[in-house]
């Protein structure tokens, strides 16, 4: 019995024990606060669950924002406008078996393009096209559709291809303006950089002003250089600015490797707007003539002269007309230089591309000054510009 009464003591102590235990922990807590099964902190100003089994923090409650800052969300508003209108550009050249007879398509390369009209026009440079027989335009929803070329401008290094999709898959890309960009402001290149269609690069307008030359060895001058990473496949993709609007078409860049190296140049919209519609309309850029053949520059050179020496002066042309001198020889065989062309209206020639450059300032039918060398002795004739053959 004195056994039994002493186990049955103890289990009452250790009952009354836990019960006392368990009321002075409610006191702790604070007033009207239930216990809980997991303990509430802080880590960097955000409420984390911590569990008591494992202690370990569970998952952030998630950010309506998704922690995106102002800049961030108008960059992807920007990709998300503009992506579709760049579609990407595959080449390829047909070859046939010299003993077969069997037709095969090797590819070429690729580039970039952007959608300029709901007609299906394709802008890109000329050089992404440049010895192809067949083009491909993959746009941006991945359908694909072959090209066929509608004009070409080498000495530009533009070329309009057109496809024949439906309407309510083009969408053209917004034209800005050129004329008045600032060294520092943003960038923007969309491209298909090594083949990686729909990549977005950015950067900043690094210098403005800048010359390169065009596949056709002539300048393109009022080039944009901006430090968004331009590569291989990028070549023909848009430009934009901070509206996403076109501010110049990818073209070329700077690097000894062939990868980007910080350095990239672009060809101003102002051109490509006045480009681009003469090539849909012509195929070619209509310029205006003055019906010459000039001097190579090795030959202006090694005569010390500074102009475009006229070789030859084609009958019935303006220059013809205006009684322009070719370069000739007396009954001696000694040769007699032809005219100096040294202005065109109010702009100074110095050489042949200065000439070129500055007939695009004209149209067919206007009457331009130009100013003459002949025989040491300058002059002025008025003529009117002829349409280029």
Known sequence: MPKQFRFILWLALLALGFTAGV????????PGEKEKTEA????????????RSTNLPAAREADPSNGLNPQETATIKLFEEAAPSVCFITTSNVRMDFFTRDVSEIPR????????DLGGHIVTNYHVIQGADRATVTLADRTTWPAKLVGKAPEKDLAVLRIEAPREALFPIPI??????????SVFAIGNPFGLDQTLTTGIVSALGR???SVAGIPIRDVIQSDAAINPGNSGGPLLDSSGRLIGVNTAIYSPSGASAGIGFSIPVDAVSWIVPELIE?????????GVDLARPQIISRLGLEGALVINVNR??????????????DRYGNIELGDLIIGLGETPIKNNSDLILALEQYQPGDVVAVRLLRKDEELEVRLKLDPAE
């Open 109 to 116: 390369g690729t580039g970039s393009g952007f959608v300029w």
């Open 40 to 51: 509430d902190t802080s880590v960097a100003g955000e409420k984390v669950v911590l569990s």
């Open 316 to 329: 019935g042309s303006a220059a013809d007309r205006a009684g322009i001198k070719p370069t000739t020889r």
């Open 282 to 290: 012509y195929g070619q850029l209509r310029r205006p003539s003055l």
């Open 211 to 213: 010359e390169i030359q």
């Open 176 to 185: 800005g303006s050129s004329e008045d960009l600032r060294v520092g402001q």
């Open 23 to 30: 009321a002075w922990k409610g006191k702790d807590a604070a």
